[in-house]
C-alpha cells in the first residue's frame, strides 16, 4: 500500500518542504507498517465505500492561514484521494495527520 500527504498553506508555508511525500508500506517496518494501516482504518480511508470517511471538518473558508491535508491512499488497483483542512474535527483523522507528517518529516531529513 502505498500513501501519499502533500500538506498546503499555513502561516510558515515553504514550498519546498511542502512537497508530496509518498509512503510505501513495504518500505516500513512492519510495526509502523500495522500503525499506518490501523489508522488509515480509523480514520475510515480504508473502507470498502469510498465515502465511507469519518467526519473530518468542513473546509476552512473562514480560518486564516489554514492548512489543507491532500491524502492519497493506494492499494491494489484502488486509488482513493482525501482533502481536510484544519481545524480537524475528527479525532481519528488528526491522529493519521499527526502520523503522516512524523513520516514526512524523516523522509524530508533523509531518514528513509
Same mark, same amino acid.
Do not use: Q, W
Given at each position: ?7 498546503? &498553506?499555513?502561516? /510558515?508555508?515553504?514550498?519546498?518542504? =511542502?512537497?508530496?511525500?509518498?509512503? *510505501? ?12 494501516? @490501523?489508522?488509515?482504518?480509523? /480514520? +475510515?480511508?480504508? +473502507? @470498502?465505500?469510498?465515502? *465511507?470517511r469519518?467526519?473530518? &471538518? /468542513? ?5 486564516? *492561514?489554514?492548512?489543507r ?16 483542512? *484544519?481545524?480537524?474535527?475528527?479525532? @481519528? ?15 524530508? =531529513?533523509?531518514?528513509?
Open positions: 500500500m502505498r500513501v501519499t500527504i502533500k500538506t498546503e &498553506g499555513g502561516t /510558515a508555508h515553504f514550498p519546498g518542504l =511542502a512537497r508530496p511525500v509518498r509512503i *510505501d508500506t513495504e518500505d516500513l517496518p512492519p510495526g509502523e507498517a500495522r500503525e499506518l494501516e @490501523e489508522s488509515l482504518r480509523d /480514520a +475510515g480511508l480504508l +473502507g @470498502e465505500n469510498p465515502n *465511507d469519518r467526519d473530518a &471538518g /468542513a473546509p476552512a473558508r473562514n480560518v486564516r *492561514d489554514a492548512r491535508h491532500t491524502i492519497t491512499v493506494e492499494r491494489d488497483d484502488v486509488r482513493r484521494t482525501t482533502t481536510v483542512s *484544519d481545524p480537524v474535527s475528527s479525532p @481519528e483523522m488528526s491522529s493519521l495527520i499527526s502520523l503522516l507528517e512524523r513520516h514526512r518529516r524523516r523522509v524530508l =531529513a533523509g531518514l528513509r
